[in-house]
């Protein structure tokens, strides 16, 4: 029921033992500005020292040295091992104390209510089938009034499966498709051997609303180049932008109540 997880572990500690790009510990450089290297657009309070942080599908030893290096109170959860071991090992050269749970995004069981004061994620809930339930288990375990700091890979970059002879980009999969994506080709934005889901903007964003946060904030970065080569990386991100970062903040049940994120005026609520 849950090969997905089982797919992805292993395909994560497979790009692990491969030293993909995505499993590089901090450096010296990056450590030296924390916060800085966490967070180009300021969306973090000015300090973390003693907050409760947890770094969600977040393995590698990057963001977890990071906030660690500012004093932060660090929790990893990750599904891949060889992920979770390089923020283990990174943690003990730098005297730095972080914990390691190996867990699923989908279901955080192990970690307490209201235990956090910040959840961050980079690109990972297209491991996931439902993203509802990563929200639901982030919404849980934030404490009211926390902040969430998400990425994730935007659909369009995901229904692309080829470039044609022009050098134009070519959708091939179904908005609505919510199986397994098929494997393709480039992996440049895909990455070998994981089992993704494409996650709608109704999903994305309007699933987020509906668990309880409020967005503040939203970027796209810019991943394009317009002088790169056609088919390289740069290249196809000058025409879909590949991620979404997204900013929010859990608010209580009861502010929710008394400020509804989102009205639907009388004539248009059949739609
Ligand atoms: C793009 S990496 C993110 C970490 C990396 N430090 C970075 O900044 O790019 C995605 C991570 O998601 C993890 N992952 C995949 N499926 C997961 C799941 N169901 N639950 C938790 N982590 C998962 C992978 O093991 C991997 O470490």
Redesign the pocket.
């Known amino acids: 029921m849950n090969s ?2 089982d797919a ?2 292993r395909a ?1 500690d497979d790009l692990v033992r491969s030293q993909s790009q ?3 510990v901090a450096t010296d450089e990056e450590c030296a500005q924390p916060l800085l290297t966490l967070d180009s657009k300021g969306w973090l309070p000015g300090s973390v020292k003693g907050l409760d942080v947890l770094c ?8 977890s040295i990071l906030y660690a290096c500012a004093g932060a109170r660090v929790t990893v ?4 091992a060889e ?1 979770l071991a390089l923020d283990e090992s990174e943690a003990r050269r730098r005297n730095l104390s972080v914990t390691l749970l190996q ?4 279901d955080l069981s192990e970690l307490r209510d209201s235990s956090f004061d910040i959840v961050h994620q ?3 809930t297209c ?2 089938p439902r993203i509802r339930d990563v929200y639901a288990e982030v919404s849980r375990v934030l404490r009211d009034q926390g902040i969430y700091i998400s990425q994730h890979k935007q659909p369009t970059s995901l229904q692309l499966v080829d470039r044609d002879n022009r050098n134009r980009y070519v959708i091939g999969i179904p908005y609505y498709h919510s199986d397994p994506l098929p494997a393709i080709v480039d992996t440049a934005y895909r ?1 070998a051997g ?1 089992v993704e889901y494409l996650h709608r903007w109704e999903q994305l964003v309007g699933e987020l609303c509906r668990a309880g946060f409020v967005i503040e904030d939203l970027t796209e970065p810019l991943r394009g180049d317009p002088k790169a080569k056609p088919g390289s990386f740069r290249h196809r991100g000058m025409y879909v932008a590949p991620y979404v970062r997204i900013k929010a903040r859990r608010i209580s049940e009861r502010a929710a109540g008394a400020h509804p994120l989102i009205w639907i005026p009388d004539s248009e609520a059949s739609d």
């Open positions: 997905y997880r992805n572990q994560w995505f499993a590089k969600l599908a977040a393995g590698g030893g990057w963001q959860v990750d599904l891949s992920m867990a699923s995004m989908d980079p690109v990972s491991y996931v990455e994981a």
